[in-house]
């Protein structure tokens, strides 16, 4: 099932989600259902409070077939930092630059209910801390450094390509 995506200033974007205390059959089906939403959007990620679900939990997928679902994620270690573009389902035609640990670990639950443990560079790592800000409230826009307008996003990228 597709969910409509929550769109900025919806105020259940800028709330705490609430911890897992269980993984049942229904949040199973959630990450399905927010993986299926994710594609059908073209994302890269997705919180639950992006379509209304106020729970701890995100699907990510940068390489086709290499899905994250990340239940209660915590970062747990950060190094580096990188300053890289970012946009956001929730908030359409939006993008700028934000600053973000370029090597992050993360401690999460998966879909069977087992610790897992994950250490991710680059964009990887940038997709995993957008979405656990969700999780926290936290909106990228809030921590803009550059603000890109939006028919000047392809040309950012292409100079910046090896950045």
Do not use: W
Not at 15 to 37: G, N, R
């Amino acid at each position: 099932m597709r969910y409509p995506i929550l769109l900025y200033p919806d105020h259940r974007l800028t709330q705490s989600a609430q911890t897992i205390e269980y993984v049942t059959d229904e949040l199973v089906q959630l990450l399905d259902d927010m993986y299926e939403t994710m594609v059908a959007h073209d994302g890269i990620g997705l919180a639950a409070p992006q379509i209304g679900k106020n729970l701890r939990m995100a699907v990510v997928e940068i390489d086709e077939g290499d899905r994250f679902e990340l239940i209660n994620p915590m970062i747990i270690e950060k190094k580096g930092t990188t300053i890289d573009v970012e946009g956001c389902l929730s908030i359409p035609e939006t993008y700028g630059t934000v600053e973000r640990a370029d090597e992050i670990t993360v401690r999460y639950y998966d879909r069977e209910g087992d610790e897992m443990e994950v250490t991710a560079y680059g964009y990887l790592a940038r997709a995993f801390q957008h979405e656990i800000d969700h999780l926290d409230g936290k909106l990228f826009i809030d921590q803009v450094i550059d603000p890109i307008a939006p028919e000047d996003l392809e040309r950012y990228m292409e100079e910046h390509v090896n950045d």
